[in-house]
């Protein structure tokens, strides 16, 4: 049977690994065994995804982009150029610390900025937005928009990425027209609507 998803040439596939139909995995790339990978997701030049990483259907990653074991990316991820992850808190070369890998989540929606480090253990919320150059040390809320070093929350977005207003607790995206109640330190889209 003739698979049904894309790869350069020039890219390594180990297996075992289980990738979705209409993938596409560009130059240079390697997916290491055990990996999940789902369908439609456009991988770009230079990318390794280590063993047992989970990703979504429809992510993007973009070029130079190392997902490490531990890594769980969600539906509509976009991870963009040179952002990296983490999965141990303190390496050491001459320490073999695999068995003390810290899960990672990325969960629906989410991106990550160019060159941002997501130091692991931590889960990126529903549609966060993570600027470029970030670097994330601890949970990002759902909707939250955060920046700098270490990424604090600026503000908030909507799920098409566009930044949210709030009169009170209430916002209505002025691109899309989605609604939004913040509860305490939470945003959640208004049921419905």
């Known amino acids: ?114 060159n941002a480090t997501i130091v692991c253990g931590h889960t990126i919320g529903r549609y966060a937005l993570v600027g470029a150059g970030a670097v994330v040390t601890g949970d990002i809320p759902d909707h939250a928009l955060a920046v700098g070093n270490p990424a604090r929350r600026i503000g908030w977005v909507c799920s098409c990425g566009e930044k949210l207003e709030f009169s009170g607790s209430h916002a209505a995206c002025g691109a899309c027209q989605k609604r939004y109640i913040k509860e305490g330190d939470a945003v959640v889209r208004e049921a419905g609507i």
């Open 1 to 114: 049977m003739e698979k049904g998803y894309f790869v350069h040439e020039s890219s390594y596939i180990d297996q075992p690994c289980k990738i979705g139909d209409g993938t596409k995995i560009w130059h240079f790339c390697h997916i290491m065994q055990d990996c999940v990978i789902g369908e439609n997701c456009n991988i770009g030049q230079n990318v390794v995804i280590s063993p047992g990483v989970v990703i979504g259907n429809n992510v993007k990653i973009q070029n130079n982009v190392s997902v490490y074991t531990g890594v769980i990316c969600e539906d509509d991820v976009f991870l963009g150029p040179s952002c990296v992850f983490t999965n141990v808190i303190n390496p050491r070369s001459h320490v073999n610390r695999k068995s003390e890998y810290k899960k990672t989540v990325v969960r629906q929606g989410a991106s990550i900025g160019a």
